[in-house]
């Protein structure tokens, strides 16, 4: 046994400290000591985030690195859980960057309901691990059940199936996993051994490996298709499945800014005729990250369904669109899908990390189970036979006790008034002078990019080489008003590279912009118009602008 | 723009109540009301869980589901949080398992001190995504500095270097996962790329992928080698990684319950003799999953240094002990590992779902760096460069401010307490006359089987053919105490399958008990046996036992 020490300083770990610590005061005082604590992170935080309108304090990489390098663990504890605390409210919120400001439009991270902090300490304080029965039981029948009730969002089938499903040990309909990047990969995967079914020797690519696959079937290379705005973690899943991210088929987009049919058509095709290639999949985008823009889904789903290759929708960011009954038509086809990654830490406004993946099939995920002796055995409830993560935290119970508060209504109306701000947005960007938008909102995400006025007049009759010097010059002015409105720290949106039009093959840079923010109005939006044009009228005086 | 409603029922979502959600009350008396839930959540989940000393209600699988079918998600709000919070205590918590309970000492999931709920409730908070810079600044670069201290811990370079890399954009020491699983997927799959370097038009594996590997270097398998105790995520890791999970080789472990090294040499020898081979990874485990043992990392790392082959250590479960100066020497040799994993939800007492895996190379993860246009762009300090992960919660704040606030000796104590009560609870079942010690530990799980006064008695005697067919009724005696004490609720003790003697080819079932829990204290394992012995005597008065 550890030695029952009874030293009195809280700094000193000993062996009474360790089991206050467990256990837990429970006289009244020590009590209200920890209530206080978690009113500090509740509103301390808080009122810092509120008082400082803008998104960071302005401080250069450099100097704030130079703070965090002492590399060694200290012996002793160094600091009460008060002064910890009290350090994270003084010196890293500071520091961090406020998410939750409404003057924050630059990626998809925003403010989460104040809520969502009382069921992520919940989730914490229960500790439950959902891999298994044995460490959550009803917390593993309340995750099917969520996933039962987000399928039929989804694929809508009728009530019998979902009887049929939703406590059924023996299928599954989806699964939690901590972000996009895990669902999208959880689908190829399921995808990729889908496609290569047992032959001869060859039992399956997730026994005998790729290599074996490829020789079973005499290919020499598999693909996917999908549009030029596809997600990068595609291309991550393609080099971890072992297929290679070279063999993701980008297609271009059309002059709505969504995966172009006739050239995707035309490959599938092209693919389908080489004898060599197997399409693994095509995917469609429900809400492109840089873009917003949602592919013309039935219409991937035609394709799919006539030359029988695995649709997945990738609708992390748009899929919970679908709980609006006013903007839910345009993901419309996404019901076609056999596989659909939304997140539950981006339009379910939940706390970071967590995503979900699901397939219309309950039977699909089969193709990736995994048993062990300890847990996970054959023919048990444990989720964690068909996850690609082992433990797991209950990011379900948060899901569904933010439905329960909210209903589906609550987050309508967050969608709704996000692509409605949007449309406004846009507005306000074409009746400037200074400013161009680049691309026209179909949710809350849009691409615009400042164009000074003389170069707006050159750009009229410059042909097409004359215009890529032209858009060079306007990348570099983009580029620093990105960069000098950030390490301001008042507001920020965020840069990336597009198209500014189909014919153009030089990547030009734009700002962009998601409203995710309920509390983002034209009003911030003005101001952040403001700020930029202010920013480069500085530029100019100050010469810093190259001239063509 | 979103409309304006304004009714007063707190019961429907309309756009004051999100506002209100949002920003959170500023009055005194909402937030009061707030502090109270949150008060709830703190002590009414406490103090059910202090109340009830078992680890769950007793109640049917069946029975639960049965309340959990309903699949239609409500359109308007359907509870006030005041409301869930209460149902999560009074409904949910109940029937989850209360793995807090010093009473429950099956999984390697437990007890967390209580200001791991106040850290977690800080991260969700703040909400950073730590994918990159723009959504969490000052975290990425607290994040780089505990990275380096984990790096240290495990490798213990010089000063020099962790100065030069601690927050070095260029290198990464190690990164943050969700768990065992993703850290050991990370480690093999950055090992699958480095073992083959381009050669010709074959530039990596990333890219051209699997298949073209082996042309490239006229192969037919790759494989690792690990020990049969290697946890089931190394199978895993190796079907998704496209390499095929038939090419784990499992190493038969000597009396020791170790890696046999004769057998790993003359596989090794084997395997590099057949030129269609080559091996990716030899695994030594620093606490099995099953038993606890720890594989002799040094002879490992002698033969993985001869051989040129990467040595990956698998150290999710022990990784920790190496801050305990009375324990530490146990993993001696790690520090030759090339890569190595740590869970941080195991024994760091952090709650789910958190792991780490470290690199002894800074440049190893520039094997799996991807960028992206819109973040993640060369040469910025984005930590999502070098990730699985996308998107990512900043766990590395809930370690730090552990380690500020208990020390490295705060750890000691509670790995040397569970340490040390593994081995007073191996005597205690010594000395009973019922039970027979199968694994001794060597940290702090171990495993044991109730045997029968009689079957005793006949297993002196017995030649294999014999023993084999006792050891069948054992299996079934072991899997019903299991399964009756797991129900009843009261403890909880896991079970898995083990050879109990070497020259067995019969896998018998075994109790496994994990001590990690500081309170869980010997007279509390008596209760356990007690309650065991207790099984045992009712299902032979009920002649439940079948007789050999």
Redesign the interface.
């Known amino acids: ?2 030695p029952q020490e009874n030293k009195p300083s809280s700094l000193v ?3 009474s ?3 206050r ?4 005061p429970e006289d009244e005082s020590s ?1 209200k000591t ?2 206080k ?3 500090q ?3 301390g ?2 009122d810092f985030l509120n008082k400082h309108v803008g998104v ?1 304090e302005e401080i250069s ?1 450099v100097k ?18 008060a002064d ?2 009290k350090d ?1 409210i003084d010196e ?2 500071p ?3 406020n ?2 400001s409404p003057y924050f439009i ?2 998809m ?1 925003s ?19 959902v891999i ?8 593993s ?2 995750e ?2 969520i996933l ?2 987000m ?3 989804i694929f809508d089938f009728k ?1 019998e199936f ?2 049929e499903h ?2 059924n040990t023996e299928t599954c309909l989806g699964i939690f996993t ?5 669902a999208n990969l959880t689908a190829l ?1 399921v995808a990729r051994n889908k496609c290569f079914p047992p032959k001869d020797d060859f039992e399956s ?8 696959a ?1 020789k079973a079937y005499n290919l ?3 693909v996917i298709l999908v549009s030029k705005r596809g ?3 595609l ?2 899943a ?10 993701i088929i980008p297609i271009d987009v059309d002059s709505n800014r969504s995966i172009d049919l006739i050239k995707l058509e035309e490959k599938t095709k092209e693919l389908q005729a080489d004898k060599k290639t197997k399409i693994l999949a095509i995917i469609g985008i429900a809400g492109a ?2 873009t917003g823009i949602i592919d013309p889904l039935p219409e991937l789903a035609d394709i799919c369904e006539t030359h029988g290759i695995h649709f997945h929708v990738d609708a992390a960011w748009g899929g919970p669109v679908l ?1 609006s009954d006013k903007y839910s038509h345009l993901l419309k086809g996404i019901e076609r899908a056999d596989s659909v990654t939304i ?1 539950c ?1 981006k339009q379910f406004y939940m ?3 967590s995503g979900m993946v699901y397939f219309k099939n309950p039977k699909a995920l089969d193709q ?1 189970v ?7 055995r054959p023919g048990s ?1 444990d989720l964690g036979i068909k996850t ?7 990011n379900s ?1 948060i899901l569904d ?1 933010a ?8 987050y ?3 969608i ?2 996000g692509i ?2 949007a449309m ?1 947005f846009a507005k306000m960007i074409k009746e400037r002078d200074l400013f161009q938008l680049v691309t026209t909102p179909q949710l809350n995400i849009l691409t615009y990019r400042v164009v000074p006025k003389d170069i707006q007049e050159k750009l009229k009759t410059a042909d097409r080489k004359e215009r890529q010097k032209l858009d060079t010059v306007l990348d570099d002015i983009n580029i620093q008003i990105q960069r000098i409105q ?1 390490e301001a720290g008042k507001s ?1 949106v ?4 597009l198209k500014t039009s189909s014919d153009d093959d030089h ?1 030009t840079v734009v700002l ?1 912009s998601v409203i995710m ?3 983002t ?2 009003d911030i939006l003005d101001e952040i118009l403001d700020e930029q044009e202010s920013i480069f009228n500085d530029l100019e005086t100050q010469q810093m602008i190259k001239k063509t």
Chains 1, 2 share one sequence.
Do not use: C
């Open positions: 046994m550890a770990a000993d062996w400290t360790l089991h610590v467990f256990i837990r009590r920890l209530v604590y978690m009113e992170i509740l509103f935080l808080h960071t990489l704030l690195a130079e703070e965090y390098t002492d590399t060694k663990i200290n012996k002793d504890p160094k600091k009460k859980l910890v605390i994270i890293i919120a520091r961090a960057v998410v939750a630059g990626h991270t403010a989460i309901p104040f809520f969502m902090v009382h069921l992520k300490a919940i989730t914490a304080a229960l500790n439950q691990n298994k029965l044995e460490t959550s039981k009803v917390l029948v309340l099917k059940q039962a009730k399928h039929r969002m009530n979902y009887l939703v406590q901590t972000g996009g990047t895990t995967w690519i997730e026994k005998n490996g790729y290599f074996e490829m020499e290379k598999t997600h990068f973690s291309r991550k393609l080099g971890i499945l072992g297929l290679g991210n070279q063999n990250t840089e709980l997140d830490h706390p970071m990390s990736i995994y048993h062990a002796r300890y847990v996970n409830v690609l993560e082992g433990s797991r935290e209950a119970l006790s439905l329960k508060i909210m209903g589906s209504k609550g309508s109306l967050m709704e008034h409605e701000t406004q950030r920020f965020s840069r990336t590279r990547n962009r923010n309920p509390m109005n034209v």
